[in-house]
């Protein structure tokens, strides 16, 4: 599938165009200062994007959070799992292949294919496959993040986690199959996008 928008320039309106209202954007200063505390402390952070069936928004967080980290030169690593594995749903990876991102199949499977994703001028990639959030590629300790409320109530206690911190997304699920689906994806992509800009550059500006 062809782009039809750089990701720098998705990345960039994206975080022009969405207003985040004050309770939304108190709780994604939290989330920064967490971030940069951890960051001063250990010179890199990983974050781990959690959602119940690491399909689609998890999936998301991980991919913009490896965007952003790479955008403003940040040792930052995201990952994404779930509390339980079912796969990268197709409309997630359409939605991100058409604001840039590159999916090179790895590994083949009907149920859960892994892919290798990466963009136009990147010097690295991640892989992209539904898996639980404590799955061995998701490097430990990290900071969690879950992205639905679900996920959120499933995992009481995340002993890897050195912190955590719950950023529902609407799930963009309730359109699939319906002609406002490439919309609605859309728009969670944006919103997804733009928070990930918000917390990664408020980050860049304490660490300089």
């Not at 975080?15 to 709780?27: A, F, G, H, P």
């Not at 399909?55 to 998301?60: I, N, P, V």
């Not at 967080?61 to 040792?75: D, I, K, P, T």
């Not at 109530?153 to 950023?167: D, G, K, V, W």
Request: hydrophobic share 35%.
């Amino acid at each position: 599938m062809t782009s039809t928008i750089s990701t720098e320039n998705f990345f960039i309106n994206a975080s022009n165009k969405i207003i985040v209202n004050e309770d939304r954007k108190k709780l994604l200063l939290q989330i920064s200062d967490g971030i940069v505390a951890n960051y001063k402390k250990e010179g890199v952070v990983h974050l781990n994007f959690i959602c119940t069936h690491n399909s689609r928004r998890s999936q998301l967080g991980q991919v913009w959070g490896f965007f952003a980290a790479n955008y403003f030169n940040l040792n930052i690593h995201s990952f994404s799992g779930g509390t339980e594995v079912t796969a990268f749903f197709k409309n997630t990876v359409k939605t991100l292949q058409k604001v840039g991102f590159i999916f090179e199949l790895s590994n083949f499977s009907h149920q859960n294919p892994t892919y290798i994703i990466s963009f136009e001028g990147s010097a690295t990639s991640i892989l992209g496959f539904s898996k639980r959030y404590d799955h061995e590629e998701n490097k430990k300790p990290f900071i969690a993040i879950t992205t639905c409320n679900n996920a959120d109530t499933n995992c009481p206690f995340i002993p890897e986690a050195t912190a955590r911190f719950h950023l529902p997304f609407v799930d963009p699920k309730a359109a699939d199959g319906t002609d406002l689906q490439d919309e609605t994806y859309l728009e969670t992509n944006q919103q997804i996008a733009s928070e990930i800009y918000f917390i990664f550059s408020e980050i860049k500006k304490a660490i300089g």
